[in-house]
């Protein structure tokens, strides 16, 4: 079965810094790898997807992210944060079985942004 | 595009009730929708996949005579809590995932139901 890690619970970051967020997967064939994003109460919505090629996806909001195979890793990374970025991440693995993905869902990261 | 709505937004019920929340595709269709569970600070777990005009494939543990998942349409799916108690207070997450050639899914805004 498939798993993910999220390492960090909550990590802090000042506006304009650099920012990583660690993902590790497990899965046994190629995964299908997504970060979502979530404001409070609110749903969740997609930043960026790999499925195949490139191994840098870029995505929304100035994010990428990039598929390392031999570490297991899908790290999310954005130059320069800012405020509007405080909100909770989450990686998931997609498992396709033919006829629809079920998702793995990390734990997450909560991302507070200091001005 | 890919726009999904839940309906309601949040919902306040006495326990014994049923509360029924649907998840609409907006601007296409969806053969396969989800539902998910999230409980405060905590991450999403997947109830059951929702396949329209077939019955709902329930995750391990989920019962699927408490929550009636219906996907009567490729635009609407609806889950339904019956005989709701407190602990089935939560926030509930439904996605819709696009036709076949992709494999991504869609989240709705969420529902968050208070079981008094």
């Known amino acids: 079965a498939q798993s993910v890690t999220q390492p960090d619970i909550h990590i802090t970051v000042s506006e304009g810094a650099s920012l990583e967020l660690r993902c590790n997967y497990s899965?046994?064939?190629?995964?299908?790898l997504f970060w979502y994003v979530q404001s409070p109460g609110q749903g969740l919505q997609l930043l960026l997807k790999y499925f195949s090629g490139d191994t840098l996806v870029q995505g929304i909001k100035g994010f990428e992210a990039e598929f390392k195979r031999s570490q297991s890793s899908f790290n999310l990374r954005k130059p320069s944060v800012h405020w509007s970025d405080a909100a909770e991440y989450f990686c998931?693995?997609?498992?396709?079985?033919?006829?629809?993905?079920?998702?793995?869902f990390g734990t997450g990261t909560r991302l507070q942004v200091t001005l | 595009g890919a726009v999904v709505s839940q309906h309601p937004s949040w919902v306040i019920c006495k326990s014994g009730t049923s509360v029924k929340i649907e998840c609409r595709s907006l601007d296409f269709q969806a053969t396969t929708m989800f539902w998910y569970r999230q409980f405060p600070k905590q991450s999403l777990m997947l109830m059951a996949t929702?396949?329209?005009?077939?019955?709902?494939?329930?995750e391990q543990g989920v019962e699927k005579d408490k929550f009636l998942i219906n996907h009567a349409s490729l635009t609407l799916s609806t889950l339904t809590v019956t005989s709701a108690h407190p602990e089935d207070s939560s926030f509930y997450i439904c996605?819709?995932?696009?036709?076949?050639?992709?494999?991504?899914?869609?989240f709705g805004p969420g529902t968050r139901l208070t079981v008094l």
């Open positions: 998931a693995v997609g498992s396709y079985t033919g006829t629809a993905s079920k998702l793995t």
């Open positions: 929702s396949n329209e005009g077939s019955k709902a494939t329930y």
């Open positions: 996605s819709a995932r696009l036709p076949s050639g992709t494999d991504t899914q869609y």
């Open positions: 899965y046994g064939a190629t995964p299908y």
